[in-house]
């Protein structure tokens, strides 16, 4: 909770990965890769409760081992590679508010795939929220790319453009641009429940440094992952 407001921690780990098969339990030094997002979120000074959106047995089953609710079975029309995140966190608020009769006001979306977060991050994504008076939060990281300076298209012409229009001669003359980290994303309950969608009128974002932002969508990605996980253990030894 905080500052009154009740807050609730939905996990999304579907089975079916086309990129990484297995990729949500898949052992991640030594320990299953939504490990790493079930401890976080348990560690929040501020989430209430932490519950596992899944549809597959073996990661409810990996979830409940490190003291995560999976307090139902995800539909299985939810559970497909073109289903929204949108419509999997409002099954979830449904069934947690009709059927375990909780009543919360601030929903916090954690994928899996960003394990090297902390809780810090965290809770200061449900801080800005609430000081700031915003529609929702998500985090970000500094794009690697500028698309108005070193992103390119081919269009419909067959010629290569910038995809944003300008003529900046350096990247840090360039308006600053965000990659999403696909980490954290925080709403007002009602919010999310009324207005559906990510891009609002108060929408804020949280920025978070490259190492603690890597999303692991394929083989490389884990590669990179574990390296600095590794890296960071030799670090406090």
């Not at 608020?93 to 009543?103: C, G, N, R, T, V």
């Not at 915003?134 to 910038?162: H, Q």
Request: glycine share 6%; net charge neutral; aromatic share 8%.
């Amino acid at each position: 909770m905080y500052k009154d407001n009740v807050i609730l921690c939905v996990i999304p780990a579907r089975g079916g990965s086309t990129g990484l098969p297995g990729k949500n339990i898949k052992q991640l030094m030594g320990k299953p890769l939504i490990a790493y997002t079930i401890e976080q979120a348990k560690k929040s000074k501020y989430i209430d409760r932490v519950i596992i959106s899944t549809e597959d047995e073996q990661i409810a089953w990996v979830s409940k081992n490190y003291d995560a609710e999976v307090p139902f079975k995800r539909p299985g029309e939810l559970a497909q590679d073109k289903s929204g995140m949108i419509d999997v966190l409002l099954h979830a608020m449904k069934w947690m508010e009709d059927e375990a009769a909780f009543k919360f006001d601030i929903l916090v979306l954690l994928h899996v795939t960003t394990p090297l977060r902390n809780t810090e991050d965290i809770d200061n994504c449900i801080e800005l929220l609430v000081e700031k008076n915003a529609d929702n939060v998500f985090s970000v990281t500094k794009a690697c790319r500028n698309p108005y300076f070193n992103m390119v298209e081919v269009g419909s012409d067959n010629k290569v453009r910038l995809v944003k229009g300008g003529s900046f001669v350096t990247r840090q003359s360039s308006p600053e641009v965000f990659d999403m980290n696909s980490s954290i994303y925080a709403w007002w309950k009602e919010t999310l429940r009324t207005k559906k969608g990510l891009f609002l009128e108060k929408t804020r974002i949280y920025l978070m440094p490259r190492e603690r932002s890597i999303d692991i969508d394929e083989q490389l990605d884990f590669r990179i992952a574990e390296m600095l996980l590794r890296d960071g253990q030799n670090h406090k030894t």
